[in-house]
DNA sequence: TCAAAAGTGTTATCCTTACACCCATGT
DNA sequence: ACATGGGTGTAAGGATAACACTTTTGA
């Protein structure tokens, strides 16, 4: 027990951030707004301040401002403070981040001034596997492998090859999708990643495989986003709250292919969405797109009330035995 | 955009505080400090300080100095920061707490001074079916009826019905085990947990059905904390962050039984961590236990580099289908 | 000899995955 | 006609969950 220790207290600033996403057919998005002209995009975001009641109240009127967009479902993600690496031009102050996750039904146009709508795979081109592992991410796993190779002793280079396997399946066969922030944060300390090079000159490097950056630690909390939502589309029907009132399957397979970042068997999807009651039908069709008309769907909320957990398929035994 | 706004930033205190987790066939145990002899107990914690380069950083070494534990597994829950709920007199500054889940091996007495080991659910009496519904927890569930009876408008009545059994499984015919702060947070908003009276004398009632409560809000945190690791046993082999070095598969069966607060199926819990791979034989056996001595097992951590993610059985396709 | 725990075998069932195939519409 | 998407059937394989049963020890 140092009772000599100075218990400083440190003056922090919290900003709540948010991914807000939303997600069509061709794939999904995130609002980001871009403050002086040549500075990297960053997402909505503010001060916490006395007047707001909660976090969450905070966060939504702080978007609400910023971006006059509605929100609906919203929760928080993480909550980011290293001194370090929150700061952007080397300020010392210690900034803590928190990130929050926002679903949108439309990406309505919303260009207001400096808020757009991003494909978020330019953030994260290593992450979209719809067509199959990206040429172009031959170089990045090259250059990890190079980076594992590189390390200072044989257990420091054993456990390098053993997060490469666990997050870009380099050594191993398998691709988990929910790892968005593990593959991340890999890439960040390998060097790849633009934002590890803090002093750096902005577009200074080639974009193309390493993503598009963005302004201090907010890829950092989209990665968490994404990995959220991956992981949580497999439990819970939020993927609902991204689609219109009416679709089709093909729509809502490909959004959650968008998601995923893979691609799906379209009659099992088809079969798997229906059998668990998670969607009913309108009585209405397309107007045609591109083939036989498909009959329109729509969320079945009761489903809430009779599978608690849709999608969750976890050890749970009908019944308890004794023994 | 409401530019007449004060904007005036809050003035934020920090607390960093853990939930420290340990668990033995018997039951899960959480450590807890006692600062005043009638106040109730609460988590470890402290502020955060200037010279913690990371939150995690800072956590461990408050934990360290207050309990003199070493922590191995450890992960940020949640962030609170409710206006009204942190503080526990009634004071207006904002004081946000993030919480940590941590992972220790053995329950070592480690009484010192303040610091005690407690079984979790003295403060979660309702989240124990190892041996069936409790009976004490008929009281609460009555009591959350009436609450739900008693809402504003049909809508309203309707909605906690719902949530009544999206949590207690009281309509339905489900219990999820996950869901311990949706849980707590219902019986918070009934004011049915001793924390949701702020004036009330401190130990004015029975608490045998409702818990013990805990200072501010960390039992919320504690709440958080059973939910994150019950959730995530599910798919990564963390149980084993608790379990000694060596150990026979029914102390392994009724640590996850403690944890998860449901009854496991003998032989098929034997089968199922064998087949996974999960566990290799040390080669030696028990000093018997009351029966037939048992072969210890150990961890395999190969099993890491093997299936990336134990335990998760979730939609994933072998190949892609163009189509 | 019995209680208590350690183990093994087997079966019915469900879910997933893959493969094959037909239907309806626009160009 | 053919391309594009919509939609159905079904069979192989694997994973679960339940049941029945044998084995090994200590008291």
Known sequence: MKQTKSHRRDTVTVELSAVIAAASPAGPSVLTVRHSGGAPS????????????????????????????????????????????????????????????????????????????????????????????????????????????????????????????????????????????????????????????????????????????????????????????????KYRPIVFELMPPAFTFLQLQRTVEGLAGVRLHKPNFRRLVAQQGLVEETGEVTPETGGRPARLLRFRPDVLRERPAPGLRLPRPRAAAPD
Chains 1, 2 share one sequence.
Not at 76 to 87: I, K, N, P, S
Not at 116 to 130: K, L, N
Not at 132 to 161: F, H, I, K, S
């Open 42 to 233: 960053g997402l909505p975001s503010g001060p916490l301040e006395a007047d707001h009641r909660t976090l969450e109240a905070g966060l939504r009127s702080w978007v609400e401002e910023q971006t006059s967009q509605r929100l609906g479902h919203v929760e928080q993600l993480y909550t980011f403070g290293d001194r370090d690496r929150a700061a952007a031009g080397g300020l010392a102050a210690r900034a803590l981040s928190i990130g929050y996750l926002a679903l949108v039904r439309e990406a309505r146009p919303a260009d207001s001034a400096a808020a757009s709508w991003q494909g978020w795979y330019r953030h994260f081109p290593w992450e979209d596997r719809r067509d199959g592992r990206p040429t172009a991410v031959d170089r990045l796993e090259r250059r990890l492998v190079e980076w594992a190779a590189g390390a200072a002793g044989e257990a420091e280079r054993r456990l390098r090859r053993d997060r490469l396997g666990a997050t870009f399946g380099i050594g191993t066969d398998g691709w988990i999708e929910d790892r968005v922030l593990e593959r991340y944060e890999l890439l960040y300390e390998a060097g790849i990643v633009a934002e590890a090079a803090r002093g750096a000159p902005a577009g200074a490097r080639d974009p193309g495989a390493e993503g598009e950056p963005m302004v201090t630690d907010h890829r950092r909390i989209l990665a968490t986003a994404i990995g959220r939502l991956r992981g949580k589309i």
